[in-house]
């Protein structure tokens, strides 16, 4: 079975320009996170849905990161404008509907904004 | 708030050196602990969820345990392979479906 697909694996992009991550959910996973890790700060949570809908935003760091989910197989984070603090490998991982399960990761985009 | 902090930071073996990997947590209402695997360059992979205080989980050269505070990660004889990234998670009431993630603990194995 396909896991969770995430593109592009790496971006390099300038300070200013928009950057469109996008992933791919485990087909029947409710559930889906974006998530950013750092050295500094690990991995934290930046926003989840359940069945396409945001549930929990409050990780966005600002306003200038955006994610959506138009349909149950598809989602994008976006950055606009980008700045160099955001680069940090970005992760994105689904979860089936019940409770308690564990989430499933793609192997991330690395960001990198000069 | 809830917390989770892994020790050691780094754990450096030698192969077949049992040893184990703590992580603490802090939470009002476990719903769940989870051990993830990290590879460089690579997203966490899952290991094993523990529920309950009291509950163990195995598999290959890893147990891990759950008590009412910590859980445990024991690698007996581990294998240069073994080196990887070990996180746990937790995931408490009343936000059932979000994890907060530990630090990690980075895992070497020499031959």
């Known amino acids: 079975d396909a896991g969770v697909i995430q593109s592009p694996r790496h971006e390099v992009t300038e300070m200013g320009q928009e950057v469109t991550l996008r992933c791919k959910p485990i087909?029947?996973?409710?559930?889906l996170f974006w998530y950013r890790q750092t050295m500094m700060r690990g991995l934290e949570l930046l926003i989840y849905?359940?069945?396409?809908?945001?549930?929990?935003d409050s990780g966005m760091p600002e306003d200038r990161f955006s994610a959506k989910m138009p349909n149950a197989s598809f989602s994008t984070l976006k950055i606009q404008p980008s700045e160099p603090r955001d680069s940090a490998v970005y992760f994105c991982?689904?979860?089936?509907?019940?409770?308690?399960?564990?989430?499933?990761f793609g192997d991330g985009t690395r960001l990198s904004i000069l | 708030e809830d917390q989770v902090t892994q020790s050691p930071e780094a754990l450096r073996l030698q192969e077949g050196e049992s040893s184990s990997l703590n992580c603490s947590y802090t939470v009002s209402g476990l719903r769940g602990l989870f051990w993830y695997r990290q590879d460089p360059g690579k997203g966490p992979e899952f290991l094993f969820t523990?529920?309950?205080a009291g509950e163990e989980k195995e598999k290959e050269r890893l147990k891990a345990t759950l008590t009412k505070k910590e859980s445990f990660l024991h690698i007996t004889a581990p294998k240069p392979e073994d080196s990887a990234t070990y996180l746990c998670?937790?995931?408490?009431?009343?936000?059932?479906?979000?994890?907060?993630f530990g630090a990690g603990t980075r895992l070497t194995v020499k031959p």
């Open positions: 087909s029947g996973h409710d559930y």
């Open positions: 849905f359940n069945n396409n809908v945001p549930i929990d």
């Open positions: 991982a689904s979860s089936p509907g019940t409770l308690n399960q564990p989430q499933h």
């Open positions: 998670a937790v995931q408490a009431a009343p936000q059932n479906n979000d994890m907060r």
């Open positions: 523990l529920y309950s």
